[in-house]
């Protein structure tokens, strides 16, 4: 179980912004490849390792995350938390529940984007751009992860379950419209699932983690900055925040190569990692942005098969789309000069006003003057012809 059921009715709430705001958000806290201490910013990310970790700020040049949506269902957030609000909503159709601390420490691990500019000035997420969809639930998990995955969210992150819940169905549904979904390591057995244990800053497993069998990725887990009760800030440990994390890197990945499909991502944040512990793979994102673009080189943004499909399927070809708007824009600047010729020709009725005018002058003359008579015959009688 993981919270209250109020599907009953629908609230979603829009929390100061969006993706702009988060963006701008970023740019004041200077977030480049250069740490803001080197323009005499205080810098408070030496702070959290994790992002040190796994190399993020070495992405930041290239991409924040804008344009990415990562949903999280099954959990509750601190809504007016100065670390959330720029790229947050909040829809309650599902529920309320879900535990507020957690929720809100995993959310800003994703995409936290600070608010000051001294070292007390919140923390940062590893995607810091990105924009973030809460989902509070407790007993509709698999339908809050379609409803996410229905409305473009590309990276899903699960909560953490004891795994007797079979969501399998919701996550293969939200693979094939398009989202990666990543979970904290044994939750249970879904192939459909990046699973992700926690790292100390040494390097170690978290105690508690799972077997390395149901681990596919490790990722920094252990005493993490991120946002906490009271507007502040607090450390936490544990594999939902490894998982964050995780989710974090892959919000960047798809906003850096959007051609790429979920399970290509997914490829790349593996194969791309480097040695962790146990020999499981360990998250770093350089390497992973090297792996991507290695998938990405032979993949166009657009599919040209499918535009070739479509055609032969008896689709309107791209050309005729032009041929069409061209001939449409034609005809509006035709019909424009007629009606502009047509409205300035006489636009105040003046001409009509002085030929009805003339008429009516040339009527009253004619009522005045006589009828034209025969002409009147003088007197005297009609001589007869003589005869011979």
């Known amino acids: 179980m993981l919270g209250g059921n109020s599907r009953d009715r629908t609230h979603t709430r829009h929390v100061l912004g969006g ?30 390792w994790g992002l040190q970790s796994i190399g993020a700020e070495e992405l930041w040049a290239d991409t924040q995350g804008q344009g990415i949506t990562v949903a999280l269902p099954g959990i ?11 790229n947050l909503t909040v829809d309650t159709q599902f529920g309320e529940g879900g535990d507020p601390e957690t929720g809100s420490g995993a959310a800003a691990l994703v995409a936290g984007h600070g608010h000051g500019m001294d070292a007390d000035g919140g923390v940062l997420g590893v995607s810091p751009a990105s924009n973030l969809l809460v989902l509070p639930t407790e ?43 990543v979970g904290p390591a044994g939750g249970g057995e879904d192939a459909n ?37 009271d507007m502040g800030q607090v450390q936490v440990t544990g594999t939902p925040y490894a998982a964050a994390v995780a989710a974090g890197a892959a919000a960047l990945l798809r906003a850096d190569y959007p051609q790429l499909r979920p399970d290509q991502v997914r490829e790349a944040l593996v194969q791309g990692a480097q040695q962790g512990p146990d020999g499981l793979p360990a998250l770093h994102l350089p390497t992973a942005q090297a792996q991507a673009a290695g998938i990405a080189q032979d993949i166009p943004l657009i599919d040209e ?82 005869g011979n």
């Open 139 to 181: 007993d509709e998990l698999d339908d809050a992860i379609r409803f996410a995955a229905n409305e473009g969210a590309q990276v899903i992150l699960l909560p953490e379950t004891d795994g007797s819940t079979d969501l399998t169905d919701a996550t293969q549904e939200a693979v094939r419209n398009g989202a990666l979904v």
């Open 193 to 229: 699932v990046l699973t992700v244990a926690g790292t100390t800053e040494n390097g170690d497993l978290i105690p508690g983690s799972p077997a390395a069998g149901g681990v596919e990725l490790t990722a920094p887990g252990a005493d993490l900055e991120t946002a906490g009760p």
């Open 305 to 386: 098969d499918l535009v070739e499909e479509g055609e032969q399927s008896g689709g309107v070809p791209v050309w005729a789309w032009f041929v069409t708007v061209g001939a449409v824009l034609v005809l509006g600047v035709i019909l424009l000069v007629v009606w502009i010729r047509r409205s300035t020709a006489d636009p105040y009725g003046v001409e009509a006003e002085r030929r009805e005018e003339d008429a009516q002058i040339a009527a009253e003359r004619a009522a005045e003057d006589p009828p034209a008579g025969r002409r009147k015959q003088r007197g005297g009688r009609r001589r007869k012809t003589r």
């Open 19 to 48: 993706t702009a705001a988060a963006c701008a958000a970023v740019t004041a806290l200077g977030l480049t490849a250069v740490p803001a201490a080197a323009d005499g910013v205080p810098d408070f990310r030496p702070d959290q």
């Open 76 to 86: 509750s957030v601190y809504e007016d938390h100065p670390d959330l609000v720029d």
